[in-house]
Nanobody
């Protein structure tokens, strides 16, 4: 049974940092695509950063390049999102999602399994 549990969200001032954690179970990170998505009020869910299936390639939305870093620990089946230099426009609910294929990578419709989400709020 696939489970994804996010943690690490919170309230931070502009320019601050947060690290999100996704504890995954029921599958191996070695073979699946997994990543982070976010949804702000009134906006569509968007891909933030993802690992491609099996090859370890990383993908980032243009809006977070240079500020966010995705990483993973295959031994513990955990994925992280380090978010630095946060901006008010980063405010959203952040979700961890995974799929055995995840193609196209980091596109919401490609992922079948989702966590419950964690709120990130950046104040100006």
């Amino acid at each position: 049974q696939v489970q994804l549990v996010e943690s690490g969200g919170g309230l931070v001032k502009s320019g601050g940092s947060l690290r999100l954690t996704c504890a995954a179970s029921g599958f191996s990170l070695d073979y699946w695509s997994i990543g982070w998505f976010r949804q702000a009020p009134g906006k569509e869910r968007e891909g933030v950063s993802c690992f491609g299936r099996g090859d370890g390639s990383t993908h980032y939305a243009d809006s977070v390049k240079g500020r966010f870093t995705i990483s993973r620990d295959n031994a513990t089946n955990t994925v992280y999102l380090q978010m630095n230099d946060l901006k008010p426009e980063d405010t959203a609910v952040y979700y961890c999602a995974a799929d055995a294929f995840g193609i196209p990578v980091c596109v919401s419709r490609s992922y079948d399994y989702w966590g419950q989400g964690t709120q990130v709020t950046v104040s100006s």
